[in-house]
Nanobody, 122 residues
């Protein structure tokens, strides 16, 4: 069974950077970062597949970078040029099983971490 544990959230000023980490057990094929604000639906931010191919939500392209270290079984999200609208709870998620293209809808992910808060001040 895959387990996930996020770390690295916190507060940053607009334009700043931070790195989120997600330690996972096992080797799920699809890993992703999602975010959710109170009262809003959870949305996919960045997805990475088993061979390291990334996908990004349009608003974070060029600012966020998803990566993984299979040796350390850790998923990362580098947040650069942070904006106040990036303020959310961030979750990592995993899906076991091969996909030609990893899905971006949160309903397609089976396992979730507990979340880590990111707050960007203007």
């Amino acid at each position: 069974q895959v387990r996930l544990a996020e770390s690295g959230g916190g507060s940053v000023q607009a334009g700043g950077s931070l790195r989120l980490s997600c330690k996972h057990s096992g080797f799920p094929y699809c890993l992703g970062w999602f975010r959710q604000a109170p009262g809003k639906e959870r949305e996919g931010v960045a997805i990475i597949d088993g061979v390291g191919e990334p996908q990004y939500e349009d608003s974070v392209k060029g600012r966020f970078t998803i990566s993984k270290d299979d040796f350390k079984t850790t998923l990362y999200l580098d947040v650069n040029n942070a904006k106040p609208e990036d303020t959310d709870m961030y979750y990592c998620a995993a899906r076991v099983g091969y996909f030609d293209v990893c899905p971006r809808h949160p309903d397609m992910y089976q396992t979730w971490g507990q979340g880590t808060q990111v707050t960007v001040s203007s």
